[in-house]
């Protein structure tokens, strides 16, 4: 048996699969598509491999981060990780505003940067051209690769994995990722002085938890996609504001067809958010405090209907965040009204429970010989003291259930069957 960290971190139900570790050692550890337990890493199992897992740690946030870097200067800061501005804004392309899944915002920061000359290319990911019921991780250096990023991809996704690429090359790359995949980028820059004189911005998409593939599969029953048809495109958000859930296939005789589509509510609702990973769960931080911007929904105006003109809420986390904010709305890549601090709170008050209730989970798994990540600097404690004493007691009698009923003292064992 493989006792290396990085298969003792998975097992643990610890990895958020960001793929920084298999980005930083691409021969000795690959990221596998595990339908249940998500897209993860596995370690080849010879003394290279076990070397290169003990190396990877200093990359990998699924398993600790730290915030005492982080300028927290009153309360909104420490709930949120800092934030220095805040803007409803929207792509001024009308393409990108429309295909994005809220207003296109990150992608028009993204277009900004390379047209700007802030960067050569922009890593992200995108539907996988063979299989969109997948991802995978790419460096897009213009606006066509860019537009294949628009829209929330609600399965895993590794975009940590370029990070090992962008170390290997002499380009400028923006970092694009969810709050995890940010925390990894900014752990292996805080280690690493090349890499980071290599990334000029990291822009984070909120995230209330990724699905895993029989999440997707159970979705594309529900749009009635036939088994094992040739799906060629799967869009989860976007064409509007949420935008509708909607796949395309193609039949034996090539005919492609259109699926069913369902709202944006009744897919994360009912068929999504359920096959969330149990680190999804005990994650505190869903708002990317580690990024220069995030990025997420304005749901405290939401749209009246389904495919709306779309809105983003952008968040700036440091001072070359909030400066590349300002230019790109006075390059006009981005519309933008600007927002008071706490707006985050509104528009995300679900998030701001969820992060409270960590310490309580963290607690109750502590409690019964399981590990949780460690979360130096954060102040958990006094958003969970916070919460009403339901919600307290809930969050360790709540986790003592779920370990019940999920087993979670069981290893993961990540299976080989994805390619
Ligand atoms: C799993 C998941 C959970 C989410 N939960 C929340 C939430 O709780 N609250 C909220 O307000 N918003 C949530 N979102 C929506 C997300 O925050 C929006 O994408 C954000 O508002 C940006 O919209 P945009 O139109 O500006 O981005 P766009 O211009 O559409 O660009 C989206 C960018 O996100 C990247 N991306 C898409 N999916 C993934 C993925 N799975 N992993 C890494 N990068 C990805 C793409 O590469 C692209 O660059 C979630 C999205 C995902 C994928
Ligand atoms: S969280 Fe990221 S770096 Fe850590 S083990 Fe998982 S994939 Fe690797
Ligand atoms: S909920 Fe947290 S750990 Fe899970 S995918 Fe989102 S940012 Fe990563």
């Known amino acids: ?33 595990d339908p249940v337990h998500g897209r993860r890493p596995v370690v080849e199992n010879t003394g290279a491999g076990r070397q290169a897992a003990k190396s990877a740690l ?7 981060s730290d915030w005492s870097d982080l300028q927290l200067e009153d309360r909104i800061d420490a709930d949120w990780g800092p934030v220095l501005g805040a803007w409803e804004a929207w792509a001024s392309d009308p393409e990108i505003r429309r295909q994005g899944s809220s207003g296109g915002a990150v992608t028009a920061l993204a277009c ?39 829209g929330s991809r609600y399965a895993q996704a590794s975009p940590a994995e370029t990070l090992g690429k962008i170390a290997r090359q002499n380009d400028q790359v923006v970092f694009i990722g969810k709050p995890c995949d940010v925390a990894s980028a900014h752990q292996a820059m805080r280690s690493q002085a090349d890499l980071a004189a290599k990334i000029p911005l990291t822009i984070a998409i909120f995230c209330a ?20 048809a040739n799906v060629v495109d799967l869009r989860y958000r976007g064409n509007g504001w949420p935008g509708m859930m909607q796949a395309m296939w193609k039949d034996p005789q090539g005919i492609l067809h259109k699926s069913k589509n369902i709202t944006y509510a009744e897919g994360w609702g009912k068929y999504l958010q359920s096959e969330r990973r149990w680190r999804c769960r005990i994650c505190s931080d869903h708002t990317g405090a580690f990024a220069d911007i995030s990025v ?17 809420l952008v968040i700036a986390r440091t001072k070359r965040g909030k400066e590349f904010i300002e230019a790109a709305i006075r390059g006009k890549a981005l519309v933008a009204v600007p927002r008071p601090r706490d707006v985050i709170a509104q528009a995300q008050p679900n998030l701001k429970n969820t992060h409270g209730a960590v310490w309580g989970r963290s607690l109750a798994i502590r409690a019964v010989g399981l590990r949780a990540p460690r979360t130096l600097g954060q102040p ?3 958003l969970w003291m ?34």
């Open 1 to 33: 048996m493989n006792t290396d960290p990085i298969t003792a971190i998975v097992a643990g139900n610890m990895c958020t699969g960001c793929g920084a570790c298999a980005g930083a050692f691409p021969n000795a550890i690959r990221m596998i598509e």
């Open 58 to 64: 200093a990359v990998c946030a699924g398993v600790s």
């Open 112 to 150: 900004h940067a390379l047209s700007a000359g802030t960067a050569d290319g922009v890593a992200h990911i995108a539907a996988r051209r063979d299989d969109p019921r997948l991802n995978e991780a790419v460096i897009s250096k213009n606006r066509e690769g860019l537009m294949r990023g628009t």
């Open 209 to 228: 938890g990724a699905p895993n593939l029989k999440a997707t599969e159970r979705l594309l029953d529900r749009l009635e996609v036939p088994k094992n």
């Open 296 to 312: 997420g929904d304005p749901w405290h105006a939401p749209p009246s209907g389904e495919q709306d003109k779309g809105r983003s």
């Open 380 to 382: 958990l404690f006094s």
């Open 386 to 419: 916070g919460l009403p004493l339901k919600q307290k007691i809930q969050s360790v009698l709540g986790t003592w259930k779920r370990i019940l009923r999920e087993r979670l003292w069981r290893k993961v064992i990540i299976s080989d069957i994805q390619k």
